[in-house]
């Protein structure tokens, strides 16, 4: 299992912006290799994808309900992936959870992650 720290969450109001951070610590044997990815449970829901990275960052697939809104990057030499939250809805409360795992691209996005790491979430709450 890979270590993931998520942050960035908080309490914004619709329209506002928010980004989140997810880091891998351990260096770069670690991260190397790792497609990253969010999910998001809102409260009572099960959890869903939200959008995905593939570690050399050409490859990206995102949620219809987020495209055009929220956009992925990560800088490969800080071990960490980027999460940039526009024009936020209250339908994107939810915590929200990094996920990573070093299998092939198709594999990856075909399981959600199911054999990768995952973090213990940040809470993001939009208010109307």
């Known amino acids: 299992q890979i270590k993931l720290i998520e942050s960035g969450g908080g309490s914004v109001q619709a329209g506002d912006s928010l980004r989140l951070s997810c880091e891998a610590p351990?260096?770069?044997?670690?991260?190397?290799?790792?497609?990253m990815g969010w999910f998001r449970q809102a409260q009572g829901k099960e959890r869903e994808f939200v959008a995905a990275?593939?570690?050399?960052?050409?490859?990206?697939t995102y949620a219809d309900s987020v495209q055009g809104r929220f956009t992925l990057s990560r800088d490969n030499a800080k071990n960490t992936m980027y999460l940039q939250m526009d024009s936020l809805k209250p339908e994107d409360t939810a915590v929200y959870y990094c996920?990573?795992?070093?299998?092939?691209?198709?594999?990856?996005?075909?399981?959600?992650?199911?054999?990768?790491?995952w973090g213990q979430g940040t809470q993001v709450t939009v208010s109307s």
């Open positions: 996920a990573g795992d070093r299998r092939l691209w198709n594999d990856v996005i075909s399981t959600s992650f199911s054999a990768g790491s």
């Open positions: 351990g260096g770069t044997s670690i991260y190397f290799g790792l497609h």
């Open positions: 990275i593939s570690y050399s960052g050409r490859s990206t």
